[in-house]
């Protein structure tokens, strides 16, 4: 998960616009209201500059609330989020800003400044209808609710999350009434935050598809032995070595980024030149552990890969929280359980615990397993998306004001009695188990989905343009795929919204049979069945 440190209008309004790597200025065309426009452009990309540095400062309190903040200064953190929010969005929806947009509309423009332009737009109008009193009350909710939460979780009891999750949900509806155009879902007025580009009306029928092939493949190997796997207690500071190993390898920037420990693992980018990981280091669940840390070695990998030349133009942001999942799907899932990455991790282990009976071939038979289990983090390649599906049915359900806080246990059961296939036993299995809705990140759960889509488009065909790519793995060597990443996916920024950029780079793909092909391919082969 990508810290939603300001989810919601906050989140929406910081990431603004963002660049193209290696594109250059070409000096508009002189025409009447030229210098007015060069003026307004100048004075909007300072402002930018300025509430970039802002959202940094509200990451970083995000960022210390959830590793080394005192259990006891959550007020003082609340207040302390609140005013930097309230400050942002009154240095974001400032009347000179409608005017600078104002001045650049129909101007001569390059191609970056016509995009920058066009996502300032769209940010600044959703931002502008929320009112500072609403914007203030969310910052304070946020604060409550993953504290509310953590005590839930804690109590395993979801009555204590019950009010002030409810606050958060009344906030949000009413944030989302807000944003939506005439005519537009509510919902999609909560995806434009996460996913511009992305709505309901395309969502749902492609979830439904996916749902389908999933249950068809799960059916096919229902009732298999799964293959013999590595299962085996590993200590933390041994996995903690190991894992630094592996984002060394993988490219993350150790100079620029740090590793640290969290309830639930994220990352964030403070900026390119900061870029922080968090994971959860399990004793009796080390695979876990492991891919969560190259999930978010992903998410952190294409931060510090954004176009930083373009900062304060504003493309030099994520196209779409999507784009984010599918980078950090991508290693997690396509290279990370990958027989070749079993090859190259195997001997690694060994140099950490020279006795552990692990090999190659019982990693990869452990990574892959397939199971209808409880928690989503947790879950095997071939069923995660079931879980997204559980949370998307009911968030749709919420804002359309058709449950409330209190029906989201017994909701939550059913959904996941229908879908996945199993019954949580308790709520700390169930419903309170993600962090997401405590933080208002509402409209947010489709992104990994969407991330899962776009990263076996992305896989398909970065195996065409890189025959050798598993040899690479094998070795070790991942540098000419982090390459082709960011030549294809980090370098462009927010140039084009998430579904534009995904066409352009894998052309007319159908992600949804890619991803289907490829569970076949690799857990069929595992549980020895054939896609018919």
Request: proline share 5%; charged share 25%; with cysteine.
């Amino acid at each position: 998960m990508r810290s939603t440190f300001a989810s919601g209008e906050a989140a929406a309004s910081i990431v603004i616009v963002g660049g193209l790597l290696g594109m250059e200025w070409r000096t508009p065309v002189i025409s009447p209201g030229f210098e007015d426009a060069m003026n307004a452009w100048d004075q909007l990309t300072s402002r930018i500059h300025e509430l970039d540095a802002i959202g940094g400062a509200m990451a970083l309190l995000d960022w210390d609330q959830q590793t080394y903040l005192p259990a006891g200064a959550g007020a003082s953190r609340g207040k302390q989020a609140a005013a930097l929010g309230r400050i942002y969005h009154e240095r974001f929806t400032a009347p000179e800003v409608g005017s600078w947009l104002d001045s650049l509309e129909g101007s001569s423009l390059d191609r970056v400044q016509t995009s920058a332009v066009r996502n300032a737009r769209r940010r600044y109008r959703r931002a502008t209808v929320l009112p500072g009193r609403l914007v203030e009350e969310l910052s304070h909710a946020r604060t409550a609710g993953f504290a509310a939460w953590m005590k839930a979780r804690e109590a395993n009891d979801f009555a204590p999350y019950a009010a002030p999750l409810q606050r958060l949900i009344d906030l949000t509806r009413e944030q989302a009434e807000r944003q939506a155009t005439p005519g537009q879902h509510l919902y999609d007025a909560l995806l434009e935050d996460y996913d511009p580009g992305s709505t309901i009306a395309e969502l749902r029928p492609m979830f439904e598809r996916l749902g389908r092939e999933l249950n068809r493949f799960l059916d096919a190997i229902q009732g298999r032995p799964p293959a013999e796997g590595f299962d085996a207690p590993l200590d933390i500071e041994g996995q903690r070595k190991l894992s630094e190993r592996v984002l060394t390898d993988l490219g993350f920037d150790r100079v620029h980024g740090r590793l640290d420990l969290s309830e639930h693992p994220f990352s964030v980018g403070l900026a390119t030149d900061d870029v922080r990981i968090t994971t959860h280091f399990r004793v009796d669940n080390f695979l876990a552990a492991l891919g969560g840390t190259v999930h978010e070695c992903g998410h952190a990998m294409y931060e510090q890969g954004l176009p930083s030349q373009w900062a304060g133009t504003g493309l030099d942001k994520a196209a779409g929280m999507g784009l984010h999942e599918s980078q950090s799907r991508f290693w997690e899932n396509f290279i990370g359980r990958s027989e070749a990455f079993c090859r190259y991790l195997a001997p690694r282990m060994h140099g950490i615990w020279p006795t552990l009976a692990v090999t190659p071939t019982s990693l990869y038979a452990a990574m892959n397993k397939v199971d209808r289990s409880l928690i989503r983090i947790f879950a095997d390649e071939a069923t995660y998306n079931l879980h997204v599906l559980v949370r998307f049915e009911i968030e749709v359900a919420v804002l359309e004001g058709k449950l409330q806080a209190v029906d989201l246990p017994a909701a939550w059961d059913d959904a996941y009695r229908r879908i996945v296939g199993v019954v949580p036993p308790t709520a700390k299995e169930g419903v309170l188990q993600d962090v997401h809705w405590s933080g208002g990140a509402f409209g947010y759960f489709p992104s990994y989905t969407i991330g899962n889509l776009y990263a076996a488009g992305f896989g398909a065909k970065i195996q065409e343009d890189l025959p050798d790519i598993w040899e690479r793995v094998e070795r070790g060597d991942f540098k000419a795929i982090l390459a082709w990443l960011r030549d294809h996916v980090h370098a462009k920024g927010h140039l084009d919204d998430a579904p534009v950029l995904f066409r352009e780079v894998v052309g007319d793909r159908d992600p949804v049979e890619d991803l289907v092909a490829h569970l076949w391919n690799r857990h069929g082969r595992l549980y020895g069945v054939e896609r018919s």
